[in-house]
Structure formats: structure tokens, C-alpha cells
């Protein structure tokens, strides 16, 4: 394992999510696929390997979360529309009611802050630098909405990098990623709630912790 710092280019806008975006959540969701794994809820989960060393204590990966600056944001908006119509030609009865506040048909109307990076994204890592280029060759987009276009990667480098102080995950005393409370060399930085280690979208897991 050594000191590495991951770049991904991108081709155009990006959303990233609340939280950010991790490499190590990367890098599992390409093993699962590789492994032709599907996770429907936290109940399906299975240990998977990742080539990134984890803390001392088997916690966490040593990553930071995805860095970037923004440059230009824009609001665009998500709409979906209820399939009256459709449902209407295909009921085999009169339809009287179509629930659209709930379920399969739920409308919605729902703003989402797009961003133009200035340089892409790095992240910073203790890792094996040929088996994370391998699975990051197949990752084509970042973020949200990525089905429609967003977050289009342009190219991928994975290269050594020099060390500092609290490499990866802290720099100038402050966290780079979710951190454990006390954990070394943190000087300056926001306490709340998270998920430290994938899934992060495991509410179940949440925990107090230091934030980027």
C-alpha cells in the first residue's frame, strides 16, 4: 500500500451528493458488480475487499472524501409526472382515484444544485494504485442523476503522491473525510452525525463524528 492521490477529469456538470463523494464506496460498488451482487437494503450486505488500507482499528478506509472547487452552480429540476392517462387506457374498470402523493405514481417536482468543477475531483489514499486504476477504468459518471449525462468522467489517474502529516485523511488539522471523535491531529472541525465507513447511505450506522 502506498500513498496515492486519484483524479477523476469530468466532461461537464456533476451533482454530488449531501456528504460527498467517496472513493472507497467506488471502488466497493465495482466489486459487487464484478461479482454480480445486488444490495436491495443494509440486510444483503456482504464483507467485500477493496484495495485500501483501513485504520488501525478495522473501521474505516483510509480515504478522504472527494475534493473539489466549484466554479459555476446552477438549480435544474427533476420533474416527474403521474401516468394518468396510461393508467386510465389500461385499468380494466372505470378508474375513479389515482394516488400521485405516494408509491410507483408519486409526482414530484425536485430542485437539484448542479456544479462545474474547476480541476475534477482528487482524492487521497493509501491503496494499490494498479488494482484501484483497474476498477475505476469501467466507472464512467459521478454523483447523481448520472442516467441522464451528469457527472460524465473524461479520464482517470491514479498516481503516487508525497505524504503529509495525517495523510489521507487529515490535512492542516482539519478532517478530509468522516472521522471518529478524537481521532489524531483534528484541530478544527464540525461534530454531527454519519455514516464513517460504505454504505454510507446506512442511516442504521450513523454515529457521532467529525465532519469535513
Known amino acids: 500500500m502506498t500513498p496515492l492521490r486519484v483524479h477523476a477529469a469530468l466532461d461537464g456538470p456533476v451533482v454530488i451528493p449531501d456528504g460527498g463523494l467517496y472513493l472507497d464506496s467506488l471502488l466497493i460498488a465495482q466489486v459487487a458488480r464484478e461479482r454480480d451482487l445486488v444490495c436491495l437494503d443494509a440486510t444483503m450486505l456482504v464483507p467485500l475487499d477493496i484495495p485500501i488500507t483501513m485504520?488501525?482499528?478495522?473501521?474505516?478506509?483510509?480515504?478522504?472524501s472527494g475534493q473539489s472547487v466549484e466554479i459555476e452552480a446552477e438549480m435544474q429540476h427533476t420533474v416527474r409526472r403521474p401516468i394518468v392517462a396510461e393508467a386510465q387506457a389500461?385499468?380494466?374498470?372505470?378508474?375513479?382515484?389515482l394516488d400521485i402523493?405516494?408509491?410507483?405514481?408519486?409526482?414530484?417536482?425536485?430542485?437539484?444544485?448542479?456544479?462545474?468543477l474547476d480541476s475534477g475531483i482528487v482524492w487521497w489514499c493509501m491503496g494499490e494504485a494498479d488494482e484501484i486504476r483497474r476498477l475505476l477504468s469501467s466507472?464512467?459518471?459521478l454523483g447523481k442523476r448520472r442516467a441522464v449525462g451528469l457527472g460524465r468522467v473524461d479520464a482517470w489517474t491514479v498516481e503516487p503522491c508525497d505524504p503529509w502529516p495525517g495523510f489521507p485523511v487529515v490535512r492542516d488539522g482539519k478532517p478530509l473525510r468522516r472521522l471518529p471523535i478524537g481521532w489524531p491531529g483534528v484541530e478544527e472541525a464540525r461534530c454531527g452525525?454519519?455514516?464513517?465507513?460504505?454504505?454510507?447511505?446506512?442511516?442504521?450506522k450513523?454515529?457521532?463524528?467529525?465532519l469535513p
Open 55 to 64: 485504520d488501525p482499528d478495522g473501521r474505516f478506509y483510509l480515504c478522504s
Open 90 to 97: 389500461l385499468a380494466e374498470t372505470k378508474l375513479r382515484r
Open 101 to 116: 402523493t405516494t408509491g410507483a405514481n408519486r409526482a414530484y417536482y425536485m430542485p437539484r444544485p448542479v456544479g462545474y
Open 139 to 141: 466507472v464512467t459518471n
Open 193 to 204: 452525525f454519519g455514516t464513517i465507513a460504505p454504505p454510507y447511505w446506512d442511516q442504521t
Open 206 to 210: 450513523e454515529e457521532p463524528c467529525l
